[in-house]
């Protein structure tokens, strides 16, 4: 099996019975915010996307590039789709000229022409990117490779159970808007993102040890920022609080765990992948190519500087009125809306700043009184400000999921008081009919499921599955003194009251192994 670098999440894998690209992605993302690092954009593209099989993992925009899709990738490629809820990423790729799909059963391994066997897991959470994730499971002749991607599953055991893996492709860095966004004190930035990246970090060796393949491929970031408004965001500057560790990076953390089996693949990189060995070639040395990403970046910074600006102009509509627009679009959405506006809990604020930089207009989006409109000074737990021009771009391209378009964009700042609150950004990626009563009904079916198993850890009996998202907590969750912490996402819990301490709702059930089992707490939005 041969695996060949492409950049970020993406790769060729090639087999004597055909060939699969996964997550092609070359072009700027969010709003210009986020480009490819290692640059892949000089690659041969007219033949890395002349293959016989397409994956893409999600509809996230750095991993579904449509642009890049409609150009570079045959159109005879069979589309290996996995089993999400909604049709939009099949909806999407025959809107780009794909007709051939095979609509893979979930976690069923499939045998394609040749002896290419190929297996998809994917998670359907409305927290698991754009209404859903997934990772790809490839075995021919006998050796076996795991993309992850950045999809997080509770475990990996159904994958370990179809034969040793030989290569395990995952994340390993941030994707996400905090801390760095949000108004604090420099310091306390520092403190979350260390925290932030740390947890990175713990959840990557977790993953690691759970599968023990034989060679480890750290993929699916970090991106680099090139706006001279988002530069201080690449990890450059000697910050422990960013986020976006790179693969260099990578590799010495990993060390530091005793990890020896690491294979970085830049751009253009090869590996020849066997049951009993890995032999890579790269375009240049990976240590040199880090040790000069100063460099990089700054080249990359005034060659990209064209299409930034070229973008940056698109984005004003002011023939559109954002108040009316927003109030016709999401008031029917607020209307249908039950667990997730009952979740938000209150009215979050919009400020948005004028073409001068200077004038703020301030909508509201109130959940409880199920409207959108003007801000009447009250108080408000949760704040975005932002330009103008930003939400005039995605009331006019219909944007059906802020938080992949602005959210990760980082094009904004953000104050709370209190807890995250995962309902908000639920909503803000459901603006569409299907999204949201997919979103909606599987938060009803989850707030009513009874989870009775319960579990011991250290002097505690909880409950064996995580109330944020199931995880199994006999393998991920951690106790010190009267807090839990599960691993997979970084929740946690104060286990004498229950209380989840990183968001709203999600109450544990949980009391002490010398203390009788209390009546179970969850706290229920119904």
Not at 65 to 89: C, G, I, N, Q, W
Not at 219 to 248: M, R, T, V, Y
Not at 301 to 308: H, L, N, S, V
Not at 416 to 424: L, M
Request: one cysteine or more; glycine letters at 6%; proline letters at 6%.
């Amino acid at each position: 099996m041969r695996v060949t670098g492409t950049g970020h999440a993406s790769m060729r894998i090639d087999t004597p019975a055909g060939s699969i690209l996964c997550d092609p992605w070359v072009n700027p993302a969010y709003f210009a915010s986020w480009f490819p690092f290692p640059d892949n954009s000089r690659l041969d593209w007219d033949t890395l996307g002349d293959v016989d099989y397409l994956y893409v993992s999600h509809l996230h925009r750095d991993h579904f590039d449509a642009a890049h899709l409609r150009r570079y990738v045959s159109k005879k490629a069979t589309v290996l789709l996995p089993a999400f809820p909604t049709s939009e990423m099949e909806d999407e790729l025959r809107e780009l000229g794909f007709t051939k799909f095979l609509k893979a059963p979930n976690e069923e391994v499939v045998e394609l022409d040749g002896g290419l066997k190929v297996m998809i897991q994917a998670l359907t959470s409305p927290t698991d990117g754009p209404i859903g994730d997934s990772s790809l499971w490839v075995e021919y002749d006998g050796v076996r490779l795991l993309n992850q991607n950045d999809a997080r599953p509770t475990d990996l055991s159904l994958f370990a159970e179809l034969g040793h893996v030989h290569a395990h492709m995952l994340q390993f860095s941030g994707a996400i808007w905090y801390p760095m966004v949000y108004e604090l004190p420099q310091a306390a930035k520092t403190a979350f993102g260390k925290q932030k990246r740390d947890r990175q970090f713990d959840r990557t060796w977790r993953y690691i040890d759970d599968l023990k393949a034989d060679h480890v491929f750290p993929i699916a970031g970090p991106p680099c920022f090139l706006d001279d408004a988002l530069w201080q965001f690449n990890d450059i500057h000697g910050d422990e609080g960013n986020i976006f560790p790179d693969q260099s990076v990578f590799l010495a953390e990993y060390a530091k765990v005793g990890g020896t089996n690491a294979v970085v693949l830049l751009p253009g990189s090869v590996a020849e992948i066997t049951t009993g060995t890995c032999e890579t070639t790269h375009p240049v040395p990976v240590a040199e190519f880090f040790a000069n990403k100063v460099a990089h970046l700054e080249e990359m910074r005034e060659r990209k500087r064209p299409i930034i600006e070229a973008e940056k102009a698109s984005w004003r509509h002011p023939e559109i009125d954002v108040l009316k627009e927003m109030q016709r679009r999401i008031e029917p959405l607020l209307d249908e809306s039950i667990y997730i506006a009952k979740g938000v809990g209150g009215p979050v604020r919009f400020d948005l700043v004028g073409y001068d930089g200077e004038s703020v207009e301030s909508i509201v989006v109130d959940f409880p009184g199920k409207q959108v409109r003007p801000y009447a000074d009250e108080k408000v737990r949760y704040r975005f400000r932002t330009e103008r021009a930003l939400i005039e771009h995605l009331l006019h391209i219909g944007e059906v999921d802020w938080v992949n378009s602005l959210f990760l964009s980082c094009r904004f700042s953000a104050a709370r008081i209190g807890q995250y609150n995962e309902f908000v950004y639920s909503f803000f990626k459901c603006l569409s009919e299907e999204r949201l009563q997919y979103s909606e009904g599987w938060y009803d079916e989850h707030e009513r499921a009874v989870d009775a198993e319960d579990i011991t850890i250290g002097d505690w009996v909880v409950q064996r599955r995580c109330p944020h998202l199931k995880a199994d907590l006999s393998r991920f969750g951690v106790v010190e003194g009267d807090q839990l912490t599960c691993q997979l996402h970084g929740w946690r819990f104060d286990l004498s009251s229950g209380r989840c301490l990183t968001s709203v709702g999600h109450k544990i059930r949980a009391h002490r192994v010398d203390e009788q089992s209390p009546a179970p707490a969850g706290e229920s939005l119904s």
